[in-house]
Nanobody
Framework: QVQLVESGGGLVQAGGSLRLSCAASGSSIRVMTMGWYRQAPGKQRELVAA???????NYADSVKGRFTISRDNAKNTVYLQMNSLKPEDTAVYYC??????????WGQGTQVTVSS
């Protein structure tokens, strides 16, 4: 079992920055692929960024060059640095952990609101 707890969301003006954190407990995330997803009202949940156990990353086209995902296995934590935020980035952001058997764990989500 893996428990994921997101933090760092909030209200920010367009052009601002936020750093989301996802603290894992119950098991080490060292061998897991970790990801950040988001879901805006009336829209499907979408992948924002992911990082493999080897440190390889991929990003949604809409956030490339603005967001950076990173992981600290010693702290069992994943981060999402979000810069140059836009109103369209407003959503609930969810942390995801994918195990070697491709089982997915989810956090409860943290709200990010970007005002114009």
């Amino acid at each position: 079992q893996v428990q994921l707890v997101e933090s760092g969301g909030g209200l920010v003006q367009a052009g601002g920055s936020l750093r989301l954190s996802c603290a894992a407990s119950g098991s080490s995330i060292r061998v897991m692929t970790m990801g950040w997803y988001r879901q805006a009202p009336g829209k499907q949940r979408e992948l924002v960024a992911a990082i493999t156990r080897a440190g390889n990353t991929n990003y949604a086209d809409s956030v490339k060059g603005r967001f950076t995902i990173s992981r600290d296995n010693a702290k069992n934590t994943v981060y999402l640095q979000m810069n140059s935020l836009k109103p369209e980035d407003t959503a609930v952001y969810y942390c995801n952990a994918e195990t070697l058997t491709m089982y997915h764990y989810w956090g409860q989500g943290t709200q990010v609101t970007v005002s114009s």
